[in-house]
């Protein structure tokens, strides 16, 4: 029998996307997940906390593993979940471990990048054959950054940020693609097809919406305002790039 493939985070936008994309494959799959559901359809569930090292539903989820896909993440603590995954997947044998992180973790002084390029390291360092992608801002996230800025009477606009919004549909092919593949190690980063300033993305969202707004511009102070307004965020030369758009996601979601 084919042995599964372990998804943390398989319950989230992005892994809700990857799972049914390995069992199209034909693989069996495993999802980590705090919250217990239902097995069915080829898809297994083990409830377990990456968060605490001791819980005995990581070692049920790894076992009998050989490919594991890392999805989990949050604004903070996943430097320790993925310490906490390695050291288990260590122990468990694991032969390839896939990570998603993101742009930008090594140029962005800002607490939840400083996270994930810790994160990277514990994998890198691990000792077992990885492969880690970085992804631009997925669209979902974008759209709810919009979402917040355009429910307020005058719409922020903070000067020199800029981002490539990538489709989280986008992402998960290619870490399917690359989970089924041999390790690599740090591959090209993965960003949407074009840069938007955000005011642009802002007024693409009001449009679809059929709504205005008044523009304040505003500065990003400090260290991650300087870092912003050079593109340290973006995606550098030799990215691969994803085909949905940032409007056609908002004609997806939005309408317009």
């Known amino acids: 029998m084919t042995a599964p493939i372990l998804v943390t985070g398989g319950t989230g936008t992005l892994g809700g996307h990857v799972v049914p994309l390995l069992r199209k494959a034909g693989h069996p799959v495993r999802v980590l997940s705090r919250h217990g559901r239902e097995s069915a359809d080829g898809v297994e569930y083990v409830t377990a906390d990456l968060l605490d090292e001791g819980d005995p539903g990581l070692r049920t989820a790894l076992a009998g593993t050989e490919i594991v896909l890392h999805l989990a993440g949050g604004p903070k603590g996943d430097d320790v979940a993925t310490r906490n995954l390695v050291r288990a997947a ?15 973790a090594d140029t962005v002084p800002v607490a939840w990048l400083k996270n994930k390029l810790a994160a990277e390291r514990a994998v890198a360092e691990s000792g077992i054959p990885f492969t880690t992608l ?39 092919a290619r870490l399917v693609e ?49 870092a912003y307004r050079a593109g340290e965020n973006l995606a550098r030369e030799g990215a691969a790039r994803g085909e949905r ?12």
């Open 90 to 104: 260590l122990q468990a044998g694991v032969k390839h471990l896939v990570h998603i992180s993101v742009t930008g």
């Open 134 to 172: 970085r992804a631009a801002q997925f669209n979902d996230l974008v759209l709810g950054v919009v979402e917040k800025m355009t429910k307020l009477p005058v719409l922020p606009v903070p000067g020199g940020l800029r981002f490539e919004p990538v489709d989280s549909r986008d992402v998960a």
């Open 178 to 226: 690359l989970a089924l593949g041999e390790p690599a190690g740090p591959v090209p980063d993965l960003a949407g097809p074009k840069v938007y300033g955000m005011a642009e993305l802002s007024a693409g969202y009001l449009q679809a919406k059929g709504r205005r707004r008044p523009k304040l511009a505003v500065r990003i102070p400090g260290k991650a305002g300087r």
């Open 245 to 256: 758009t940032w409007e056609a996601f908002l004609g997806e979601r939005v309408g317009g």
